[in-house]
C-alpha cells in the first residue's frame, strides 16, 4: 500500500495537523519509505495469533465507587493559554 | 578534600549517611558542575534551589537523628517528560513550553520521599521520539565523548534519554531518570559509557510522566553502575493505584541481593542478533561479554529468537498508533501552546496550534499513527502489528526454556554525529534494533558497558532477562562490570 498526496492531506486533517503543499509532498516520501518498510510484517504467519493485549499479564482493578479527587478548578484552570474567568476560552463555534 | 561529583550514588548515600560530607556540600558541588556545563545543553531547566533545600532536609533529618531514605543526599537529574509540581515540564516540545504541572509525577514523588534532591530537568528527543537527541525544541544535547584522534566532531548521546546520558557522563549527576519505549535508557546509555535499566513493565508507575507509547512505555534509572541502578530503581518502583497497568507486588530489595556469582545461570545467545554485517567492535564485545559471562559461572547456550527481524517494523506501527492517540489531548485548549490565526475557527485552531507546536518527527510519528489506525488499514497494519508483538513474546518464553537470561548488544554500533543520520528516518530507526524486542514483550533488560570502539568510544552490553527478574538482570551485569574493568571518561573539554 502507498500513499499520494490527497492521502496525506486526509491523514494530517485527521491528524488535526495543518500542513501545506510543500510540506505534503516531502511527506509522501517519507512515509511511503516508512510504510513500504513496515510492509514486512505481512509475510509472517500469524494463523491462530491472538493479537497482545497486555505485555505482563495483570487483572484489572476495580475500585471502591467513591470521589477520590476533584474540587481543584483553579489547578485544572492553571495552564489554560486563554482562559475566560472560570472557563477555558476557545474561539466562537456558534454565529 | 574528595570532589565529590566523582562519587555515585552509594558512595554520596554511604557519606552522608556517615557524616563524611554534608548532603549540601554534594548539592553544591553538582549545581556547580551543571551551571559549568551549560554547552552539553543536557538541562532544560536548572533548579539549584531545589537540589539544595532537599539536601538540607537530609542533613537535618540526619542531625535530629531519624532514618534515612534509600536515596539520601543524592541530587539527581529528572528527564523532562517526568511532571514536576511547580517546575516547567515540556518532554522538550514546544507544544508544552510554559507548562507548570500542578501535581507531581508518582516516579518523581518516591524519588523525592527516598531523600533524593533535584538538581533540574533533562533534555530529551521530543516526546521521547528519537535516538540522538536531535529532536529536542531546546536544541541538540550533545555527548561529552569525541572520537579519538583530534576528530573534533560533536557526537550524539543517544535518545531519547540523551540529556540524562550526558549528564550522567559529564559528571553533572550521579545518576538521573530515563524512560525507555524502545531503547530510550539502554541506547544512550551505551553511547556514553553508563548503565542504565528498564525494569519489567508495570514495575514503575507512568502516572504523571508524559506519555508517548503507553504499553511499551516505562521509567527506569541511569547511573555509573550496576549497585547505583539497583539503588535507585527500589526508589522509583512500586504500585500505584493510579496507574492501571502497575504491578502490584512488593519492590524486591536489589541492591542487598546483588551477586555476580552466576554459577548454575543459562544465558542465551540469540542467534538472530548476529545481523550480516554486524559492527567488529561490537562483535568483538560480545564475544568478550560472553567470556566474561562464562567466568562468572553462567553456562552459554544459543538460542532463537525466529521473529526478531520483525521487532522493529511491529515497533513501528505500535508506538505511531498509541502515540497518535495520546497526543490527540494537545488541542490549545487546557494547556500548552494555543495556536490562533485571524478568523480561525476551533477546527484551525487545533490544526494550526499542532502544527506549530509538534516537531516534524513527532509530526511524522502521529500521522502515521493516524494512518495506520485508520479505516480500512486497521487489520492490515495495527492488528498484524500487535500479532507479531505476541509472537515475539512467545519467542522470549520459549527461550526461557532452555536459559535463564540474554546476552546481545544494546545498540549496533558506537554513538554516532550530530546530523549523520538525521535526513533518513529509517536509519535512525535501526539504532534501536537489539533493544525494541524486550520493549513489546515489556522485559527487564539492561544495558553496562562493555568497552571501547576504535576511536575510543563506550559500548554498551545488554542483558535481557524474564519478567520480573530485574534481580538476574542486575546480577549479570554486575558480573560484566566487575569484568570488563570499564573506566574510561570522556576527556573534560567543556
Known amino acids: 500500500m502507498s500513499v499520494d498526496k490527497d492521502t496525506v492531506n486526509k491523514i494530517a486533517r485527521l491528524s488535526r495537523i495543518a500542513i501545506n503543499d510543500e510540506e505534503a509532498e516531502k511527506m509522501v516520501g517519507e512515509l511511503n519509505g516508512i510504510l513500504a518498510w513496515v510492509e514486512q510484517l505481512g509475510e509472517v504467519d500469524v494463523t491462530g495469533v491472538e493479537p497482545m493485549t497486555a505485555v505482563i499479564p495483570n487483572k484489572t482493578r476495580l475500585r471502591d465507587d467513591i470521589v477520590t479527587d476533584g474540587d481543584m478548578r483553579d489547578k485544572v484552570l492553571a495552564n489554560a493559554p486563554a482562559k475566560e474567568g472560570i472557563f477555558f476560552g476557545v474561539p466562537k463555534v456558534i454565529e | 578534600m574528595t570532589d565529590l561529583t566523582k562519587l555515585g550514588v552509594a558512595a554520596i548515600r554511604d557519606g552522608v549517611a556517615s557524616g563524611a560530607f554534608k548532603a549540601v556540600e554534594v548539592a553544591e558541588a553538582f549545581n556547580t558542575n551543571v551551571a559549568a556545563a551549560k554547552v552539553l545543553n543536557a538541562f532544560i531547566v536548572e ?80 516526546f521521547a521520539m528519537g535516538s ?56 544512550p546509555a551505551a553511547f556514553v559509557g553508563i548503565s542504565g535499566i528498564k525494569p519489567t513493565y508495570g514495575r514503575c508507575s507512568r502516572w504523571g510522566i508524559v506519555a508517548f507509547a503507553s504499553s511499551l512505555d516505562q521509567a527506569g534509572p541511569m547511573a555509573r553502575d550496576v549497585r547505583d541502578c539497583a539503588i535507585m530503581l527500589e526508589a522509583m518502583a512500586g504500585f500505584d493505584p493510579k496507574d492501571s497497568t502497575s504491578l502490584d507486588l512488593a519492590v524486591p530489595d536489589w541492591e542487598a541481593a546483588l551477586s555476580s556469582d552466576l554459577r548454575g545461570k543459562k544465558v542465551g545467545i540469540p542467534k538472530e542478533y548476529r545481523l550480516d554485517g554486524i559492527d567488529e567492535d561490537i562483535a568483538a564485545m560480545w564475544d568478550n561479554g560472553i567470556a566474561w559471562l562464562k567466568d562468572a559461572g553462567a553456562e552459554i547456550v544459543e538460542i532463537s529468537l525466529p521473529h526478531t527481524k520483525y521487532a522493529l517494523p511491529a515497533y513501528y506501527i505500535i508506538a505511531p498508533a498509541e502515540a497518535s492517540s495520546n497526543l490527540a489531548r494537545y488541542d490549545g485548549v487546557r494547556y500548552g501552546l494555543r495556536d490562533l490565526p485571524d478568523g480561525a475557527g476551533l477546527q484551525d485552531m487545533y490544526a494550526a496550534t499542532r502544527a506549530a507546536g509538534f516537531g516534524a518527527e513527532v509530526r511524522r510519528r502521529i500521522m502515521i499513527g493516524t494512518y495506520v489506525l485508520s479505516a480500512g488499514f486497521y487489520d492490515a497494519y495495527y492488528t498484524q502489528a500487535q500479532k507479531v508483538r505476541a509472537l515475539i513474546a512467545r519467542d522470549f518464553e520459549q527461550a526461557w526454556g532452555v536459559c535463564d537470561l540474554i546476552l546481545a548488544p544494546t545498540a549496533p554500533s558506537a554513538a554516532f554525529g550530530l546530523g549523520e543520520k538525521t535526513n533518513d528516518p529509517l536509519s535512525m530507526y535501526l539504532n534501536d534494533v537489539f533493544a525494541v524486542p524486550a520493549s513489546l514483550a515489556g522485559l527487564p533488560a539492561m544495558s553496562v558497558p562493555g568497552g571501547l570502539s576504535k576511536e575510543g568510544l563506550p559500548l554498551g552490553l545488554q542483558i535481557v532477562g524474564k519478567a520480573l527478574d530485574e534481580q538476574g538482570v542486575l546480577n549479570a551485569g554486575l558480573a560484566i562490570e566487575e569484568r570488563a574493568g570499564f573506566t574510561a571518561e570522556a576527556e573534560k573539554w567543556w
Open chain 2, 47 to 126: 533548579t539549584p534551589e531545589k537540589a539544595v533545600e532537599a539536601a538540607q532536609a537530609v542533613d537535618a533529618d540526619r542531625a535530629a537523628g531519624k532514618p534515612l531514605g534509600k536515596m539520601a543526599g543524592v541530587p539527581i537529574g529528572m528527564k523532562d517528560l517526568f511532571c514536576t509540581e511547580g517546575v516547567q515540564t515540556t518532554a522538550a516540545s514546544h507544544i508544552l513550553e510554559g507548562f507548570i504541572p500542578q501535581y507531581e509525577s508518582t516516579v518523581s514523588a518516591n524519588l523525592w520521599r527516598a531523600g533524593a534532591g533535584m538538581l533540574g530537568k533533562l533534555n530529551m528527543d521530543q
Open chain 2, 132 to 187: 540522538s537527541n536531535e529532536t529536542s525544541y531546546f536544541g541538540n544535547v550533545i555527548s561529552p565523548w569525541k572520537r579519538g584522534g583530534g576528530d573534533n566532531a560533536a557526537l550524539a548521546p543517544g535518545g531519547s534519554s540523551g540529556g540524562s546520558a550526558s549528564a550522567i557522563a559529564a559528571r553533572l549527576c550521579p545518576a538521573a531518570t530515563g524512560t525507555d519505549t524502545g531503547g530510550s535508557i539502554r541506547q
